[in-house]
């Protein structure tokens, strides 16, 4: 069974522009969760989306968003880009939501602000 | 809210010997726990989940954590280091019916000396 796969794996965008990436799950797996990592704040939850709906959503300014599709893929999208949103972007998939269920992560998307 | 702290930014050990990561966490309600691994240019892997069927997990690895409540604790622990085992390791809490994500320590880089 394959793994998440995230695209791109690295990304270079410069301040005040956007970008979108993206996330498809496990085979079978319908909660997808989206999280930040940078050396400073660490692993900071960004948002959890189950059945195409936002089911949660971190303490993360309104540029962060994101979508979840019917086959469960998800994107997530950062508009105005900001040198401090330089950062891995994880996300992981489970078969369910809510808490106690096993996440899955992907590798990852690094994104460097200039 | 829950936190989780994880003590040691850096730990090193000798190939053979007993590895020791601690977790303390607070939580207003019983939580999950859980220990993931993390290694160059990857995703996390869960490594094992508490989740008060039994105080002692096994994991994946030959790690193992040990739940003590009275101290708020989640400790891994491995018998004998293996020079694989070198990465970061982080400690996550999800009591928050899911509604908040995981929260994670900031983990604890594991270094092995030969």
């Known amino acids: 069974k394959a793994g998440v796969t995230q695209t791109p794996r690295y990304l270079i965008k410069t301040r005040g522009q956007q970008v979108t990436l993206s996330c498809s799950p496990i085979?079978?797996?319908?909660?997808v969760s989206w999280y930040q990592q940078t050396p400073g704040q660490g692993l900071q939850f960004l948002f959890e989306y189950f059945s195409e709906t936002q089911r949660n959503k971190g303490n993360f300014p309104g540029r962060f968003s994101g979508r979840q599709f019917s086959n469960s893929r998800s994107e997530m999208n950062v508009s105005t880009l900001e040198l401090g949103d330089s950062a891995l972007y994880l996300c992981?998939?489970?078969?369910?939501?809510?808490?106690?269920?096993?996440?899955?992560f992907g590798p990852g998307t690094r994104l460097t602000v200039l | 809210a829950q936190s989780v702290t994880q003590l040691g930014s850096h730990v090193s050990v000798s190939e053979g010997a007993l590895v020791l990561l601690r977790c303390n966490y607070s939580s207003s309600v019983p939580p999950y726990l859980f220990w993931y691994v993390q290694y160059p240019n990857q995703g996390l892997q869960l490594l094992l989940k508490?989740?008060?069927?039994?105080?002692l997990v096994k994991g994946i690895n030959g790690f193992e954590a040990e739940f003590k409540k009275s101290e708020t604790s989640f400790h891994l622990t491995k018998p004998s280091a293996h020079m694989s085992d070198a990465a970061e390791y982080f400690c996550a809490v999800d009591s928050g019916g899911g509604a908040d994500g995981l929260t994670f320590g900031k983990g604890t880089h594991l270094i092995i000396q030969p």
């Open positions: 508490y989740t008060s069927a039994a105080t």
């Open positions: 085979s079978g797996h319908r909660s």
């Open positions: 992981a998939s489970s078969f369910f939501a809510g808490e106690n269920n096993e996440q899955f």
